[in-house]
């Protein structure tokens, strides 16, 4: 049986559901929002969260308020496939990866109450034992880029590692502070973005630059062209894929088949394809480690639960939400506690600071 078939059957009744906005101001020009779902039916609340990367999109969602046609006794496969024909922005999305952002935060609540409704949870259905979650600290170190960020850090956490976001501004002498460290995990190289604020041009320079002083880190998402795919030969078997991989098939169409993946379940958008993709890779063992997309609510607690059953002992991009904040003080160590709720699909809130919104219906 795949781990697909112990939940796509379970029973869901929903009665109706609301959205709540979320948002953490970061700095003057950028504020974060979220919106949680909460569906609700037989007496429990399932809950999920959409990390789409839109204002626009977020304040659409909260506005318009619960209108879509959920209501009704489902499955949990029956639900997916009804969100699938649903339009779920109305403005339309800015970004085409946004519709499985949201898609999954419905299909997360739905599986949460679906599970809780059953009374049991997720670890207990799929038959894993919750395990403490290893996680990175993902962050970018400003430009011109410094390493004070990690070495502050690392002042209050020694033990704590790093994934990473090169750029061209990352000197020889940032690299050697950063290298000497020997805390970071996961180079990330962004080269697989286009037309977002985090876009990073295929550099052989800097690739090789990296590739050479990190000699023990994933490098994650290059771009791969006739300059860099000489100088990421010889560390081919480190290479890993985060931005393209929303699929089974988008694991087979790969370059090469990776020893590792950042799975970002949030990509897959239904629960079916996150399964699926997690089968694929146990079967050919290729391992995994999980990814987030700054969550603020309880979208953060629901991707370390997956980490815990599926790769709670590899470099998880899940740290809980006070990382995102920049500051080092009293904030969690690696590896987390895992879960204890005895049902649904749920760890905890993140942490962080999060003023509240409510969406008008």
Not at 121 to 134: F, H, N, Q, T
Request: proline share 9%; charged share 20%; glycine share 10%.
């Amino acid at each position: 049986m795949s781990t697909y078939d112990a939940v796509g059957g379970l029973g869901l009744e929903v009665d109706s559901y609301e959205l709540e906005g979320l948002e953490l101001q970061l700095s003057d020009e950028f504020t974060r929002r979220t919106t949680v779902i909460r569906l609700r039916g037989g007496g429990q609340v399932g809950i999920g969260e959409d990390p789409t990367y839109s204002e626009r999109d977020q304040l659409a969602l909260q506005e318009e308020g619960p209108v879509q046609p959920l209501a009704g006794s489902h499955t949990v496969d029956g639900f997916s496939e009804l969100l699938a024909r649903l339009n779920l922005f109305p403005l339309g999305p800015e970004r085409d990866p946004f519709v499985n952002y949201r898609r999954w935060a419905f299909e997360s609540a739905a599986l949460d109450l679906a599970l809780r409704q059953a009374g049991t949870s997720l670890a207990a259905i799929v038959e894993r034992e919750p395990r403490p979650v290893g996680f990175v600290a993902s962050m970018r170190l400003g430009e011109p880029a410094t390493p004070e960020p990690v070495l502050r850090w690392l002042e209050h956490n020694p033990g704590l590692r790093f994934k990473l976001d090169p750029t061209p501004t990352w000197t020889d002498w940032v690299v050697k502070e950063l290298a000497d460290t020997g805390a970071v995990d996961i180079l990330d190289l962004k080269g697989a973005y286009h037309g977002t604020v985090v876009d990073n041009p295929p550099d052989a320079t800097l690739y090789a630059r990296v590739a050479i002083a990190f000699p023990q880190a994933w490098i994650e998402d290059p771009a791969l062209t006739p300059e860099t795919e000489p100088v990421l030969a010889p560390h081919r078997q480190r290479i890993t894929w985060d931005a393209p991989i929303h699929s089974v098939v988008d694991i087979t169409t790969l370059p090469f088949i990776p020893l590792m993946l950042n799975m970002k379940p949030s990509r897959f958008g239904s629960v079916r394809a996150l399964f699926e993709a997690y089968d694929y890779c146990a079967g050919r063992r290729i391992g995994l480690y999980g990814g987030g997309q700054f969550e603020l609510g309880p979208g953060r607690g629901q991707i370390q639960y997956l980490a815990s059953l599926f790769h709670p002992d590899a470099p998880n991009d899940v740290a809980p939400g006070v990382y995102n904040e920049g500051r080092p003080r009293g904030a969690p160590r690696s590896p987390l506690p895992p879960a204890t709720a005895a049902t649904g699909f749920r760890w905890e809130t993140a942490q962080g600071r999060a003023s509240r919104r409510t969406a008008r219906a």
